[in-house]
């Protein structure tokens, strides 16, 4: 009887310890998140831009989403900017040592696409400061 | 639902639709700044993989630590590290025999030295070349310089015994490739022999005095100060003593590889005329105060900041507040240690109201200075040692 007295209390201790573990569990998971901007439509384009990705809106924009970001982020390609040549000679060292597939038919349609939206620009030997965020000083 | 709209931040078209137990995506992808304890003001260049640089004015700490330290991955971070069964093998044509060590083993086996180490992406400013070099756009905040706790790499080269034909070593991690091919390396990089072989050459368990983050090589991370970050392996399960130079990922190439002799830019270069980089070239950076301070007429400036010269030390910082034209020095700090970057300030006087910029030039032991205009081009964008510019309004 005393026995089982003991049992039914160790009992009640386990399970309200469990309860606010798994409470504090789910808190704690809870205040890991934080607010992403992500669409949960994968297909939403706003401002010309591939919401998801951040890719640009245009003639091959899905091919080079199927192609391109299967393994890395489109991210790699948002912050490039290369010739036609520089993207053709990056698609060749990604099949050569990445171990991307053959783009078959779909090759012309994804460099044109990046050489088109991901073009250098002529910024000279070195760029005047830009987006400086002025701020007043005080020591 | 409430809850996962709460969660996402924003109200879920379609939300009655989702199926019971499916996470949206924006919930599937943890948040980097927490996930790696970093702060909110570190820009994030890739997301798979992660990578993720400083600003200038977030380095201003005489040691960097982890919130203001740049992430550079090549693969993914390995999973379920498990630190009793974690090994380090040492093998390769040049060593007598091959060796495998524990972790515990090598922590309680071998002499532990802490040293403050300068670690500098090789890409850090690859974003200003021009034409523009491929890979991630580092601007400025690809360099960092933590108090960095292990083992001499040649204790237990000494321990394992090496040939005397050994001239490299290459480093061998547990990260995983982007394609998940598990018989690709993301990167297997390594340096001399005479590298491995410094004081300041370690095997380090501890970053700052603690575990070191995983996103910087917990539990285990080959640490070779004043070179490519990329050569200080994170992770590290094995190294191989070589008779040749390492050719591992990334050995080979534009990878970590500039033009032996000079080019033009945007000059198509073979393979066999480019060189393995090795000591990281002289560079400053001014941490205070952040670009775009404005100031009132009267008030004096006070900057400071660090500088750094690879292998070899600073010997003098100087700023220009004339787009070159005038320098001034700037009080310089010795290293703590060798290999660690060097702390310079400076009290400036700004002679009328306007727009100012103020550039910091460092100039090493060898008496190079850092370029005003962007240095050699190079295929890869490596080595952009620029002097840095802040700007200043004075109202």
Known sequence: ?139 | MSTITALVGAEIVFGHLLPEGYTPLALQEKDPFNLFKKDKEMRVLNDRPWNMEAQAHLLDDDITPNEFMFIRNNGFIPKNIDVNTWNLTIKGESVKEEKTYSLAALKSKFKQYTYQLTLECGGNGRSEFNPPAKGNQWTIGAISCANWTGIRLRDILKDVGIKDDAIYIGYHSADTHLTGDKSKAPISRGVPISKALQDETILAFKMNGEDIPIAHGYPLRLVAGGWPASASGKWITSISIRNKVHDGAKMKGSSYRVPCKPVAPGTKVKDEDMCIIESMPIKSLITYPKTGALIKQGEKLTIRGHAWAGELEVSEVEYSIDYGSTWTSCNLKKASNRLAWQHFSATVTLPSKGYFEVWARATDSNGKSQPMLLPGWNPKGYLNNACHRIAIKVV
């Open chain 1, 1 to 139: 009887m005393r026995q089982k007295l003991i049992f039914s209390v160790l009992l009640l201790i386990l399970v309200i310890g469990l309860f606010f573990l798994i409470l504090r569990n789910t808190q704690s998971t809870t205040s890991n998140y934080q607010k992403i901007e992500t669409s949960t439509d994968t297909t939403a384009i706003e401002n010309g831009v591939h919401i998801n990705t951040g890719l640009i809106e245009a003639e091959g924009l899905h091919l080079v989403i199927a192609h391109c970001t299967s393994c890395h982020s489109a991210k790699l390609i948002t912050q490039n900017r290369l010739s036609k040549e520089g993207w053709q000679e990056t698609i060749k060292w990604m099949q050569e040592t990445q171990n991307l597939w053959d783009l078959g038919n779909d090759e012309e349609a994804v460099v044109n696409y990046l050489a088109k939206n991901y073009a250098p620009t002529d910024i000279g030997r070195r760029a005047s400061l830009k987006n400086i965020e002025w701020y007043s000083l005080k020591d």
